[in-house]
């Protein structure tokens, strides 16, 4: 395991959120159904929704599991930024709920944790949710200060359109 850059390791599953940090928070409608449920789930923990929207994804695990590690870059040629995270928890299932928590490591552009969950509620509606909390770790993250969350809120958007694509193809 790699050290990672920020204190508050776990706070995106038992919350709250700690304070000092960008919060993220979106959540959509994903689709209906336990069928649903599971390919959503199985899109988000295996990397599957991460590759489908763009983003180059590297980990030598299938899936997300506690302590394994996972590099996301976006970007065109030589303007990628590369994320190297580690995954922190994972659920599978469990009460209705399926996905994963990853925070951040050295070479990383933010320092914090997000995770990404999708939930079969009560009346079967699938919810996807990204929830994060993020501070800037690089020049280039704080020289674009308030841009950062407006790309960060467009990413989690661009990740439920695809997740919801996903869903409505199986």
Do not use: K
């Amino acid at each position: 395991m790699s050290t990672l850059t920020y204190p508050e390791v776990g706070a995106t599953r038992l919350g709250p959120l700690p304070r000092g940090y960008h919060h993220l928070h979106h959540r959509t409608r994903i689709g209906r159904g336990e069928a649903d449920f599971a390919t959503a789930g199985a899109a988000v923990t295996e990397w599957r929704m991460h590759r489908a929207s763009g983003a180059r994804v590297e980990s030598p695990a299938p899936r997300a599991e506690p302590g394994g590690g996972v590099r996301v870059s976006l970007g065109l040629g030589p303007l990628r930024f590369t994320a190297p995270c580690q995954v922190i928890w994972a659920e599978y299932g469990e009460d209705g709920r399926t996905g994963f928590g990853y925070g951040t490591l050295a070479g990383h552009p933010e320092r914090g944790e997000e995770c990404f969950t999708v939930d079969l509620a009560d009346d079967g509606t699938v919810w996807f949710t990204v929830l994060a909390f993020s501070r800037p770790a690089s020049w280039y993250t704080r020289l674009a200060g308030p841009l950062v969350p407006v790309v960060q809120h467009w990413y989690a958007r661009r990740l439920g359109r695809t997740l919801r694509r996903i869903v409505a193809a199986s």
